[in-house]
């Protein structure tokens, strides 16, 4: 029960966070919300993509998203609308594919261990949530991208002085998202013993047994992690040394080339023409970080 309310009010205050942050721009619905506006293309065609198909005989995009990822994806519980650099980059592409971003997306959250499933039963028709590209992944899942590069990094309590980075976790509580890398590196590279490790389906459950005391650090990447300080920065810090790559791809059908062409396409120009800086400093660049779109890999 009360660590349900304690849930309510982190949501509250995250949305809240974001309310006093994320200054509407003019002609997106709602306000309030951190949506870029984007012009939709006209008579898009991508020639032998079963996926692109589907999506023109529903007149609908549905995209797989986070919801619970402040700054990258995530939903508001009061207005329901999502907002956050991957959502916006979602609706880049939408856009870019023909369909209003407005009123032709449906969002699916899916959680980071189903993922693959999602994606290869058709559940979505492409996924946008900080979603590392590895060749793991390749074997069931495309990925178009990255479009942008993360690293691991850790959350702990501000008051908390022992954990300096990957090496110092020895001995303490340490939780993240099933089926998500972070989890993996820290079981594959023993960075604490088993039975210190702590696991949920989303990153905000971890942030909440942080906060509890429950656990003394979560792990994942970097963006993620500053998302969540910047709604309790009194509570929680990110220790800075990141230790992975964590390069952000577009998730969709394996076999669909054409359309993994198409998206890579739209991200190349999103980079050179500017769509990619003016996303990134409405959402992400907010806090006052920089960064550069990384180079497409068209394996
Ligand atoms: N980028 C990492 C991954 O794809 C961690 C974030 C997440 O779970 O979405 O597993």
Known sequence: MRAKKMRLVTV??????????????????????????QDVAQNVQ????????????????????????????????????????DIEIARHIAAQLGFDPNTQIDYKPIPSTAREQAISTGEVDYYVGTYTINAKRKEQVGFAGPYYMAGQDLLVRSDNTDITGKDSLKGKKVCSATGSTPIQKVKSEGLTEPQNIVEFQRYSECVQQLL???????????????????????????????FSEEPYGVGLSRDDNALRGKINDILEQAASGGEWKRIYDATLGKSGSTAEPPKVDRY
Do not use: H, W
Not at 13 to 23: E, F, H, P, Q
Not at 221 to 240: E, N
């Open 12 to 37: 509250l205050a995250a949305s809240l966070a974001l309310a006093l942050t994320g200054c509407g721009r003019e002609g997106s619905p709602g306000g309030g919300d951190q949506q870029v506006k």
């Open 46 to 85: 991508v020639q032998g993509s079963p996926t692109f198909d589907r999506m023109k005989q529903k007149g609908r995009v549905t995209i797989g998203v986070k919801e619970d990822q402040p700054g990258l994806g995530f939903r508001d519980p009061v207005t329901n609308e999502y907002s956050g650099f």
């Open 212 to 242: 509890d005391r429950q656990i003394d650090a979560v792990t994942t990447d970097d963006a993620i992690l500053k998302g969540y300080a910047a709604q309790d920065p009194d509570k929680v810090k990110v220790v800075g040394k990141p």
